[in-house]
């Protein structure tokens, strides 16, 4: 047997490519994870014997302990693209106790002769060249010494490949770069993708709790996959809007601006399922990679694994050690505590007061199947945060924030890296105003994982009302980057931008993020405000109008007709609104802003008077329709 310095393998239909690393049918690329690549050439170049199952993990997983099942998943993924069926092995066969073999004729074609079929497969098609950088490259070559080591019988000796392999593998790569110069403009080479999005995955029942399932899965691997440094990964609530529907699949990852977009679907039968997953590229609309999994239905965390590593290693994503262990960490291996979890975050995402209350039911029925279900906890922390933050709940504030609180500390208790636990309990400590206990927490968990863009939401808030313009403009573009459809962090940088006095900006970010959620009213009531400071009234009173039409609690939206009436000529109109927020007793604030925009200078900062300066100090010094009231001597008192 030739040295593993060889080109190719031909066996059946199928040819081996050593050099370029696929496996081919018919001259079509048959998609193989890189894991899978490593087993197979493993195989074929020990033809006829018997490959031990640790052998074969020492060597394809050579940087990393792993168990047995991750042999398993590759060996049933190969057998299912050469197309064995389940009865009948004609190239893999499993020698029980022992390992496995491959059985079926090979030829091997080497040095000339395989750069004359190399060259002439480039004459016939055009072909993409993986152009590895200096650590890719690296890592590749180290993964072939420990596949070659195979070929002395042991994994403790490195290889040497003879000089006449060596030097067919340069004329090999020589002609192949030569080649790929002359036809650059036809075979354009598709970068490794930087950012992905893991969209809902279809559920082929028709039944609720599968399709909570198939967002369940989208769930899980954006957590697992968002962990890896080196990739940006879409949030979960950038992707849920697409559930339940048949989506341009290219379409959606152009909208999300990314670079490859992960689907699948996920069915059910019994006490079995199958799940299909497959990734595209979404400027050339090719598949990277696809799998299929048949399992039990309990296994389905370690299909969850399994599909995450494989993303990785397609991905060409050297992980750390901690990386790797983030990916086959489970939250639960209670798969009923997980089924309610998937129930708690369904309803969480609803964002009512209903919604947010029955996600609480679940969350908290999640963590008495499993008490050391952090992200549950975690759940139940969110649900109160919002409840309270909308003044939604039945509860007072500071009973809302305590059991917020001490849900996040269970949680942390469980997992003190989770970010969202983190993110949460800074949340709490900037409304306790513990700035310095916030920020260390923001900053945790924006450590933990880079890739939460709530985290970096939250904090660009924290930012903000310290006073801290530049850095919380920094952290609110990250979110948008990490998040591009988030209607609320897409409206939070048109805020940025309309308190720093850079109306046009505004505008413009605002009308996109409107394009994208019509009936977002944040985002309607901020256009108002900066078409107002450009001097665009009737534009102002329109966007007024629309946000004031989809929100229940209007007082806010009312106050803001009132003083854009006023500003525009039309007091008559603006004197009747003013009537009535008197009348119920509205936020002072927002009364002091229809003072002002009356021109009644001395009343509006009356009514400032009566404003909790603590909750508003950062609004009274940087809110633009106070500017008139700057120089005032009052003013001035009141803001010191």
Known sequence: MNEPGQCLYEFDLFRLDVVKRQLLRGGEIVPLTSKAFDVLLILVQHRGKTVSKDELMD????DAVVEENNLTQQISALRKVLGER?????????????GYSFIAPVKEISGTEATEIVLQEFTKSS??????????????????????????????RQHRVSVMAFAALLLVLVAVAFVWILRQTNSPTSPTPKAIAVLPFKSLNENEKDELLGAGMSDTLTAKLGNLQNLTVRPTSAVSKYAGQNNDVLAVGRELKVDAVLEGTIQRNGDRMRVTVQMLDVESGKIIWGQSFDEKFSDIFSVQDAISEDVAQVLQLKLSNEEQKGIRKHSTDNIEAYQAYLRGRHFWNKRDKDGLNKGIEYFQKAV????????????????YLILNYYQMSNLSCKETIEKARQATLKALGIDNALAEAHTSLAFIYSLE??????????????????NYATAHHWYSDFLAMNGRDDEAMKEIIIAVNLDPVSPIINTTLGERFYYSHRYDEAIAQLRQTIEMNNKFSQAHYVLGMAYEQKGMFEEAIEEYQKARSQMK????????LARIYALSGKRKEAERILEGLLRYGTNPYAIAIV???MNEKSTAIEWLKKVDIKKKKWFLKVDPRLDSLRSNSEFQRLLS
Not at 86 to 98: K, L, M, N, Y
Not at 553 to 560: N, Y
Request: proline share 2%.
């Open 433 to 450: 105003e513990n700035s310095q206990a916030a920020e260390k927490e923001f900053k945790r968990a924006i450590e933990s994982n880079p």
């Open 368 to 383: 008495s199947l499993d008490p050391h279900y952090a992200l549950a906890y975690s759940g139940i922390a969110d649900s």
């Open 86 to 98: 389940a009865t009948e092995h004609r190239f893999i066969v499993t020698v029980s106790g022992r």
């Open 553 to 560: 609690e209007s007082a806010e939206f009312d106050s803001m």
């Open 59 to 62: 060597a394809v997983w050579f």
């Open 127 to 156: 072909v993409t060249i993986d152009i590895y950088d200096d650590k890719e490259s690296e890592m590749l070559a180290e993964r072939q010494a420990n596949i070659s080591s195979l070929n002395r019988k042991s994994f403790l």
């Open 595 to 597: 003072y002002e925009g």
